[in-house]
């Protein structure tokens, strides 16, 4: 049997290895491009690694990191590695717009496609399968043609005005007026990576499997205790029956075939009321019942309407600030830990008002992902405001905020009834 790994094994290669190769190593000879800006981004990532070391260094308990040079290039091995490398021409090149800004994207970016191909541009969207699947839906509910599929890159520019999905993953698309092709990528429609879908799911209400002795819910009948399952003769034909016993001990039989009209109750029989058979008591509280759950409904679909209809700034954060705060992590991200992320920083994007709960027990994460929020708000120059139920809690989330925000340049207070009035005014102001 092969021994699972632990998380972040990865950092620990170089104790396996006398030495780790880099890419560099794999590509000797080749033509290298660089683009602008590229010195600047090799200092700032080479920040983030130390700052990222001193950060887990400083948390007490567990193996010490490795130093950052034993597992990534320094600046200057970078410097060196590219001294040969070739600037990259982008001239006539722009970035594709943010049509998730937009009030409609769905018609912006439908306008937009028509006004390149009519300009003569093959036009691309490209995006891993299962966002290809999603904004092919949305673009065929706008009265967008399908795109035609191709596989390689070679082949967009066979078709001049054309329109082709090419499976790539770009986190951001562009228009090249000289080469006459332009490229959407999913992130310029929704406003962040669409987040693949688990293959398996969990049933959120738990166990609902049926045993005798458990209350149930007959559709016709109402509240009563599953006593048996039972085989009958009826008619010269046997048959299995499930018998029902109600308030007062009278029993039905209710024919197998009705199973489906019988729900597990979540209360012990001791707990419960049963109903009365041959009565009318149980089809007025269904009727009941049932005008309510109708009014509930009406409700949240007016709300879901309001709440769609609603327009809100969309906020995307810097990426290289943004990534420099990531870094202050120390651990590695959990799957679902980095999907909630994603989420919340896609709904941030989608220039709608949020409507998400994050759910988690304790010490799963969730004061991160609350954190990447605030992070993505604050860098992009807003306000955020943080509120907890107890002083104490307030004052442990102001301590992690402060000291994660620290060097920034984005300022953390704190109110609460616990704060000196001379405090509460520097905030305030």
Known sequence: DVEALPDAAEHRLAQHYRALSSAFDFVDGARVLTDDGLSERIVRFADQVNEAYRTRVSFDGGERPLEPGRLYLTAEEMGERLAQAAPL?????????????????????????????????????????HEQRIVSRMLKRSGVETPVHVDRWAEVGAAPSSLVSLQADLDAGFDDRQAKVTVIAPSDITGGRIARRRETTT?????TEIRVGDVVIHEDHGLGVLQALERIEADGVERDVLRLEYHGGATILAPIEEFGRIWRYGSEPSAVTLDRLNTQGWQKRRAEVSAQI??????????????????????????????????????????????AINDVLSDLAAGKPMNRLVCGDVGFGKTEVALRAAAAVALSGRQVLISAPTTVLARQHFEVFRRRFEGTGVGVGHLSRAVDRAEIAAVKA
């Not at 409904?297 to 609603?310: G, H, I, P, Q």
Request: proline share 8%; glycine share 6%; no cysteine.
């Open 203 to 207: 049933d959120a209400f738990g166990e």
């Open 89 to 129: 021409d982008v001239a006539g090149v722009q970035p594709a717009p943010s049509f998730a800004a937009e009030r409609s994207p769905a018609k912006s970016v439908k306008a937009f496609i028509q006004d390149r191909r009519d300009a003569g541009h093959a036009v691309v969207i490209t995006g891993l399968s």
């Open 294 to 339: 109708d009014a509930a409904a009406a409700a949240l679909v007016a709300a879901a309407k309001e709440r769609d209809a609603k327009v809100a700034s969309a906020i995307i954060p810097p990426a290289a600030a943004y990534a420099r705060f990531s870094a202050g992590f120390p651990f590695p991200e959990s799957v679902d830990q980095s999907a």
